[in-house]
């Protein structure tokens, strides 16, 4: 299948196709429940389409390990997938957790001992995310999806539960649809009723040895989720399939994948599938 919209490095695509520069943006999470006090101010890179809108919008989560990578840049996947959006005409907003919290990652430390989890901290930074983008001018108010991969992807779920897609009091609603890669669906599918609150997207591999995706095809089976969700398993593909050019590697000292270990890295023809679907899907859903 062919892939849509391939995107170039930051700057260069800004430069081939006229969209806005990138803006290091600032907001308040809503998770002054949570602190006891003043909400944290997040960080976000907002990339702005071509043209003065209004625009769909769409907001992404990083997994455990972070937003940047080791160099300091924002990672390959992320750049990657935001550029590619913003080519298609959505306003995308990264969302940093870690950062404004002093934490670097999270994939090798026990959930109980995190401090920034997905169905706590980083549902509210989404949430926090969605009202920053609804105060944009040129951002379409009601038509703002969610992406998110690993631990962002059960922070998708998280957000996007049926009563629970945005804060308590929101008046113009929550985002309109989710995309989640290889979440981890053990949390939802505990929860009796867990439900999407609109269209969602899952995507993940079969062979994952660190979100398997039987919970999530179970998930994805329920009454009240399966008429809402469309559910992609690749056999042959392991997590962090959709990254670009990224090995096959094995990962030590996890803390939440079944052995303390896990198999990451690209599966071209599940990549490519991916990507198709996602577009094709945000153009149904933020733009039909």
Request: charged fraction near 20%.
């Amino acid at each position: 299948m062919g892939v849509v919209g391939l995107a170039l490095p930051i700057g260069t695509a800004q430069a081939a196709v006229g969209v806005h520069a990138e803006e290091i943006v600032r907001f308040p999470s809503t998770d002054g429940d949570l602190t006891g006090g003043a909400p944290t101010t997040l960080t976000g890179r907002l990339l702005r389409p071509a043209g003065n809108g209004p625009h769909p919008a769409v907001v992404l989560l990083h997994g455990c390990g972070g937003l940047y990578a080791r160099s300091g840049r924002v990672s390959q996947r992320h750049i990657w997938w935001a550029t590619t959006l913003q080519q298609q005409g959505y306003e995308v907003l990264m969302v940093d957790s870690f950062g404004p919290r002093n934490v670097t990652e999270v994939c090798t430390v026990p959930l109980k001992e995190r401090n920034v989890r997905a169905a706590m901290e980083r549902k509210r930074d989404a949430w926090a995310a969605l009202a920053f983008l609804r105060k944009r001018p040129e951002v379409d108010h009601d038509r703002i999806g969610l992406i998110g991969w690993s631990q962002g992807a059960s922070t998708v779920l998280a957000a996007f539960g049926a009563g629970d897609n945005g804060p308590a009091g929101t008046e113009d609603g929550g985002f309109r649809a989710a995309v989640a890669f290889y979440p981890g669906c053990k949390a939802p599918l505990s929860e009796e009723g867990w439900q999407p609150d609109g269209p969602l997207l899952m995507l993940i591999g079969g062979k994952d040895d660190w979100t398997p995706a039987q919970p999530c095809i179970d998930l994805a089976a329920r009454d009240g989720t399966k008429e809402r969700t469309d559910l992609v398993v690749y056999p042959d593909a392991y997590h962090g399939f959709d990254a670009p050019d990224a090995p096959l590697r094995k990962r030590q000292d996890l803390a939440t994948a079944p052995s303390g270990t896990a198999h990451v890295g690209t599966n071209e023809d599940a990549r490519a599938d991916a990507i198709q679907r996602v577009m094709t899907f945000f153009k149904e859903k933020l733009r039909g």
